[in-house]
């Protein structure tokens, strides 16, 4: 009980501090951005190359389509999956 108040706190805590200073986390943020542009980009990069079967994986759904993870909010949205959905 004594850590969900906790929790709450935290998350009632977190969200004021982001109200009162969004503008200024977006501007760190942007400022960290290009500071280090190069840098992030090449992670990225080394990331998309490490875990490429990961990313570009295609799983077959159920309404015989296929999806990878980074697209399957707009496959349930697909003409085809919503047709599958529909017919049960
Ligand atoms: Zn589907």
């Known amino acids: 009980m004594d850590t969900d108040?906790?929790?709450?706190?935290?998350?009632?805590?977190?969200r004021t501090y982001y109200n009162k200073s969004?503008?200024?986390?977006?501007i760190q943020h942007k400022?960290?951005?290009?500071?280090?542009k190069q840098t992030i980009l090449n992670k990225c990069k080394e990331y998309r190359?490490?875990?490429?079967?990961?990313?570009?994986?295609?799983y077959s759904c159920?309404?015989?389509?296929?999806y990878s993870k980074n697209n399957y909010s707009r496959h349930t949205k697909s003409i085809i999956h919503k047709a599958?959905?529909?017919?049960?």
């Open 5 to 14: 108040k906790k929790q709450y706190d935290k998350q009632k805590y977190n």
């Open 22 to 26: 969004n503008e200024a986390i977006k």
């Open 31 to 36: 400022k960290y951005y290009t500071e280090n």
């Open 49 to 58: 190359i490490l875990n490429a079967n990961k990313i570009y994986h295609r």
């Open 62 to 66: 159920g309404c015989g389509g296929y």
């Open 84 to 88: 599958f959905i529909n017919t049960d």
